[in-house]
């Protein structure tokens, strides 16, 4: 569809598929309300199959448009036009965290803990408008290059007088390797389904790999169901008590032990280990295991994250001094100090610039 106009709005690229079609990027080249000439905009257009299922297409549209917040990608409108049935959404600049996921291959915990704060904010303002989203997943959390954190498709959010078992296809709604286990019995979905999937994003940035990969549909349900997972303090020793505590708390197979809502777990990351939910926490560990709280290891090469351009510079001057050419005895090393990294040299004055990573 590249190149093809959809009235208004001129079709730029695709920009991937979703659950329920695909999502392009257009430019706004005639008249469209609310919107000026030369608007980006992403034109979600649904499968034709999905606008005769359960009401989809106009749930969406009015459930996104009811919502009008930063960490939130933004509805504008439904239409259709030469038998296309799609949304007018907010283009966003950025990366999914699926990947952002493969570039990293694991994502450092500061950035993780940020990535969880913002999403809380998001699923807030959903909460707050009656909405529970129920396919939270990297796939659909978009981070930009400033690093704002934007969750997106409602597609089968608030499903209607509809329990959440299987869809009238004999695919379950939503992605089952996220979905919470209540999401798989007969009753109420509530909000905190979104907080048992943010803890498996959480989990799978921070780790990278997923608890429940798989798939047999009922294999994966089965261990969502009944299988603990493995402590990411594990599998990752870097990870801090504090962060791991969080994920595996979302992780609980009762709803009733997660944390009640994403305002309580946003104020939890906002304070980290000084909030009050991690002093009486880390009290129980103790009491529990006998032993203090674990400390991270830090490796000997420490990976160093977001500030390419000052690492090549440090670089260059490396490779100048151990040539002889340039600034003589200068000498690299790295320390933590104040969760950061910070390159500094313990020669001449010349050589004492800082530089934090």
């Known amino acids: 569809m590249e190149g093809e106009r959809l009235g208004p709005y001129q079709i730029d690229r695709e920009l991937g598929s979703v659950g329920m079609g695909k999502v392009y990027a ?7 309300v609310g919107l000026a000439l030369g608007d980006r905009v992403a034109l979600k257009i649904v499968h034709p199959h999905l606008l005769e299922a359960q009401g989809f297409f ?6 996104g448009a009811s919502i009008q917040h930063e960490n939130v990608v933004r509805t504008y409108m439904c239409d259709a036009l030469a038998s296309h049935h799609f949304l007018v959404m907010e283009y966003v ?37 009656g909405i529970v989203h ?11 290059e400033e690093h704002v954190v934007k969750v997106m498709d409602l597609g089968v959010a608030r499903l209607a007088d509809e329990q959440m078992r299987l869809s009238q296809t004999g695919a379950f709604v939503g992605s089952v390797e996220y979905a919470a286990p209540e999401q798989f019995e ?10 048992h999937a943010l803890g498996l994003l959480l989990y799978e940035l921070s780790c990278g790999q997923h608890p429940y990969r798989g798939d047999d549909f009922r294999g994966v349900m089965k261990r969502v169901c009944s299988e603990s997972p493995r402590r990411i303090g594990e599998i990752h020793p870097q990870l801090s008590a ?16 997660r944390f009640a809502s994403a305002d309580e777990l946003l104020a939890i990351l906002e304070e980290g280990e000084d909030s009050d939910w991690w002093h009486e926490r880390a009290r129980q560990l103790q009491a529990t295991t006998k032993r203090p709280i674990r400390r991270i290891r830090i490796p000997r090469e420490t990976a160093v994250y977001g500030r390419d351009k000052e690492l090549a510079k440090l670089t260059a001057l490396y490779e100048q001094a151990k040539s002889g050419d340039g ?3 200068c000498c690299w090393k790295v320390k933590r100090g104040s969760g950061s990294l910070v390159w500094w040299t313990n020669s001449s004055a010349d050589c004492s610039k800082t530089a934090r990573t």
């Open 327 to 329: 600034q003589v005895g």
């Open 58 to 63: 106009m749930r969406e549209a009015q459930l």
């Open 186 to 195: 007969v009753g109420d979905v509530d909000a905190r389904c979104d907080l």
């Open 26 to 32: 257009a430019t706004v080249v005639g008249r469209a």
């Open 242 to 257: 504090f962060f791991e505590e969080v994920v595996h708390t979302l992780l609980a197979k009762s709803r009733d032990d």
């Open 134 to 144: 129920r396919d939270l997943k990297p796939e659909n959390v978009l981070i930009t």
């Open 93 to 129: 600049e950025g990366q999914t965290l699926t990947a952002l996921l493969h570039e990293l291959d694991k994502v450092p915990e500061e950035l993780c803990r940020h990535v969880g704060r913002e999403i809380c904010c998001g699923l807030s303002a959903i909460h707050a408008a």
